[in-house]
């Protein structure tokens, strides 16, 4: 019953910024890890940022300085903010989370993802 939901892609011009959000609801007892990836085509996943429920935070060298994680643990959602966008970054953004939920053994979650476009 866990769910992982993204919101905020879209289109953007190189430069630009956007905000993504990924809330997570359901009968969740803990929230652990909390994780952006991205996969673009012809790509592999890879993981963008990643942030622990006391707030440590890690970055891939593509997107330091430029991208910054953020979780809100009372409304159970991580934020990425997305700063001077280069297309390059273009791919479908996904949320992870490792967390306990009530009458679950699944551990890891993840959400749909949401597509960012990069394009001038």
């Known amino acids: 019953q866990v769910q992982l939901v993204e919101s905020g892609g879209g289109l953007v011009q190189p430069g630009g910024s956007l905000r993504l959000s990924c809330a997570a609801s359901?009968?969740?007892?803990?929230?652990?890890?909390m994780s952006w990836y991205r996969q673009a085509p012809g790509k592999q996943r890879e993981l963008v940022a990643a942030?622990?429920?006391?707030?440590?935070?890690d970055y891939a060298d593509s997107v330091k300085g430029r991208f910054t994680i953020s979780r809100d643990n009372a409304k159970n959602t991580v934020y990425l903010q997305l700063n001077s966008l280069k297309p390059e970054d273009t791919a479908v953004y996904y949320c992870n989370a490792e967390l306990r939920a009530a009458d679950s053994i699944q551990y890891d979650y993840w959400g749909q993802g949401t597509q960012v476009t990069v394009s001038s």
């Open positions: 942030i622990t429920r006391g707030g440590n935070t």
């Open positions: 359901g009968n969740i007892f803990s929230i652990h890890h």
